[in-house]
């Protein structure tokens, strides 16, 4: 991440929306109490933080590739709460987690990072048990790469997705939509369950 995007990510505004996003996935996924999850891209842990206290996850793994966004997560969240979140400086290509073994996996603005976003699903799929749920919020390329933004923020330019490429390699990762709530030219919020 630039400083554009550290700016913007850690902002109230910010909270609120995952915390919009958090309560929707919550209403339509009616799935709770997990007993290990995790959460990719985790940020400053504003995300975590809610996770834990709408989904009622035991055990919450926390991982970011950005070390300046894992020592924000240690300051922000509480030495009570860091009792079950669990922090990890990870890559999203190399999960440090065993096959199969997350019952939930949480990514909010993560995918569109990542040059190989499709081994990036494969490796969520890796780590979730079968019947485990992706909750996951993307944005598109028409957001995040037109004429005002891509001076600002900093994003791979090759091989980006659009709803259509993300549900297709959903889909092909073993990850099939179940729910998502779609905006045109601007994101997706979604939830996908992996198959047994």
Not at 92 to 119: C, K, N, Q, T
Not at 161 to 172: I, M, S
């Amino acid at each position: 991440m630039n400083w554009g995007e550290r700016l913007a990510v850690n902002t109230p505004v910010r909270v609120l929306q995952q915390r919009f996003e958090i309560n929707w996935m919550a209403k339509v996924c009616k799935a709770r109490g997990f007993r290990r999850a995790l959460e990719v891209g985790c940020g400053r842990g504003a995300g975590a933080r809610l996770i834990r206290k709408t989904f009622k996850t035991a055990e919450l793994h926390i991982t970011d590739f950005d070390i300046e966004m894992m020592r924000k997560a240690v300051h922000y969240l509480s030495r009570e709460e860091r009792q079950t979140i669990y922090l990890c400086a990870a890559d999203l290509l190399a999960l440090p987690y065993a096959a199969e073994s997350m019952d939930a996996v949480f990514g909010f603005g993560v995918l569109h990072h990542i040059p190989d976003w499709r081994a990036g699903l494969r490796e969520v799929t890796r780590v979730l048990r079968p019947g485990g749920f992706y909750f996951l919020e993307e944005l598109y390329p028409t957001l995040y790469q037109n004429v005002l933004t891509r001076h600002i923020l900093v994003h791979p330019s090759r091989d980006r997705f659009d709803g259509n490429d993300l549900r297709l390699a959903l889909k092909e990762a073993g990850l099939p939509l179940i729910a998502q709530w779609e905006v045109k030219y601007v994101g997706i919020l979604a939830i996908a369950k992996k198959m047994k």
